[in-house]
């Protein structure tokens, strides 16, 4: 089965919670960018998919970075 690869932009509470309560267990989704405007918040969530499987994100403060890659098929935004 393909994944949908997936890029979060916003890090703050409710999306902290999505990501690592939904987003990161879906087993047809791959978190493959994180986005927030907080540069803490953004690394927070680099973490937790990097925990998760094993590799690193696209982390950026830009969310035109995320719309624009080539490697997110879908975008949540919190």
Not at 3 to 32: A, C, F, H, Q, Y
Not at 60 to 67: F, S, V
Request: proline fraction near 3%.
């Amino acid at each position: 089965m393909e994944k949908i690869r997936v890029g979060i932009i916003g890090l703050g509470g409710r999306g902290k919670d999505g990501l690592k309560s939904n987003l990161l267990e879906l087993p047809m989704v791959e978190v493959t960018a994180v986005c927030d405007l907080y540069e803490d918040r953004a690394q927070e969530g680099a973490a937790a998919v990097y925990e998760k499987y094993g590799k690193h994100p696209l982390v950026t403060q830009d969310y035109h970075d995320i719309t624009t890659s080539s490697d997110v098929d879908a975008v949540v935004v919190t």
